[in-house]
């Protein structure tokens, strides 16, 4: 079904790995605002192609087009400036440091204009005010995840399902438009599970855009207002959660492996 102004579209999305074929002429689009999930066997090309639409992955043919701009190759740090970020696991260097300084990384495309601001000396109350600004803004980011009393903690100290709340607000604190999960729920307790959900579905509700591959169904088919069904690298099958569940070669897809 057509989406009048996707935020983001896939066409003939294709990606070789020497012999392998991954991704198989893929297509799809993300409506804006929307919460998408990308669902599908194992082996089916979810991961492939979320590297090659952020940038992971350069693609053997197709094109990626976000904001009605092509970005097909960008790298992730060019894309992040135009607002289309992924979580990543915490790197080892940000394990050493806190939570804190985690989300107070300067947003993508700021840190050359602090660096000019830096040498203008007529501007550096205004560079402090920003300053200030970053760490308000890290703590309310921190506060709206709840992760505010480990602030002080080492990245690397925290449990699993801590560490993907922390790189969930890694990402958001670089002000994006879209933000792609692949299974960020992977090891997270129910209880972290049910908050990163609802924040998810608020920042939602603020406009933001999700794009989520899933293993859990219940998550998939209770949050996703729009779901993506890839099969051998194709898409084999899209709709709201009904048309998906009613959907024999779904079924068959899951079945044969
Ligand atoms: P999914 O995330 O849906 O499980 P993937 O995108 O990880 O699927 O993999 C799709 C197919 O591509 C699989 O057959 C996988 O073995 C293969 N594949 C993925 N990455 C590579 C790679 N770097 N080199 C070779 N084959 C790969
Ligand atoms: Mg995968």
Same mark, same amino acid.
Request: hydrophobic content about 40%; proline content about 4%; charged content about 25%.
């Given at each position: 079904?057509?989406?009048? @102004?996707?935020?983001?579209?896939?066409?003939?999305?294709?990606?070789?790995?020497?012999?392998?074929?991954?991704?198989?002429?893929?297509?799809?689009?993300?409506?804006?605002?929307?919460?998408?999930?990308?669902?599908?066997?194992?082996?089916?090309?979810?991961s492939t192609?979320f590297n090659c639409i952020t940038g992971i992955h350069e693609?053997?043919?197709?094109?990626? *087009?976000?904001?009605?701009?092509? %970005?097909? /190759?960008?790298a992730p740090?060019?894309l992040?400036?135009?607002?289309? %970020?992924r979580?990543f =696991?915490?790197?080892?260097?940000?394990?050493?440091?806190?939570?804190?300084?985690?989300?107070?990384?300067?947003?993508?495309? =700021?840190?050359?204009?602090? @660096?000019?601001?830096?040498?203008?000396?007529?501007?550096?109350?205004?560079?402090?005010?920003? !300053? *200030?600004?970053?760490?308000?803004?890290?703590?309310?980011?921190?506060?709206?995840?709840?992760?505010?009393?480990?602030?002080?903690?080492?990245? /690397?100290?925290?449990?699993? /399902?801590?560490?993907?709340?922390?790189?969930?607000?890694?990402?958001?604190?670089?002000?994006? !438009?879209?933000?792609?999960?692949? !299974?960020?729920?992977?090891?997270?307790?129910?209880?972290? !599970?049910?908050?990163?959900?609802? *924040?998810?579905?608020?920042? *939602?509700?603020?406009?933001?855009?999700?794009?989520?591959?899933?293993?859990?169904?219940?998550?998939?088919?209770?949050?996703?207002?729009?779901?993506?069904?890839?099969?051998?690298? =194709?898409?084999?099958?899209?709709?709201? @959660?009904?048309?998906? =569940?009613?959907?024999?070669? %779904?079924?068959? @897809?899951?079945?044969?492996?």
């Open positions: 079904d057509a989406v009048d @102004a996707p935020l983001l579209e896939v066409d003939g999305l294709r990606k070789e790995f020497g012999g392998v074929t991954a991704v198989d002429g893929a297509s799809f689009r993300v409506a804006p605002g929307s919460f998408t999930g990308l669902i599908g066997p194992n082996g089916a090309g979810k192609t693609p053997t043919a197709g094109t990626v *087009r976000f904001d009605g701009q092509d %970005v097909t /190759g960008l740090f060019t992040a400036k135009e607002g289309l %970020v979580t =696991q915490i790197a080892r260097e940000l394990s050493e440091m806190t939570v804190l300084e985690n989300v107070m990384l300067a947003p993508p495309g =700021q840190r050359g204009e602090s @660096a000019i601001q830096s040498v203008l000396p007529g501007l550096r109350e205004e560079v402090q005010a920003a !300053e *200030r600004d970053v760490v308000e803004d890290a703590w309310e980011t921190l506060d709206f995840f709840e992760i505010d009393h480990l602030a002080h903690e080492d990245a /690397g100290s925290l449990s699993g /399902g801590q560490r993907k709340l922390l790189e969930m607000a890694r990402v958001l604190s670089t002000d994006p !438009e879209m933000v792609l999960l692949d !299974e960020p729920l992977a090891g997270v307790n129910p209880t972290l !599970e049910e908050k990163l959900l609802d *924040r998810i579905d608020e920042l *939602r509700r603020d406009g933001l855009t999700f794009l989520l591959v899933e293993h859990d169904m219940d998550v998939i088919m209770n949050h996703c207002e729009h779901i993506i069904v890839m099969h051998q690298g =194709q898409v084999l099958a899209e709709g709201d @959660a009904e048309t998906i =569940q009613s959907d024999e070669r %779904v079924l068959e @897809a899951y079945l044969g492996g």
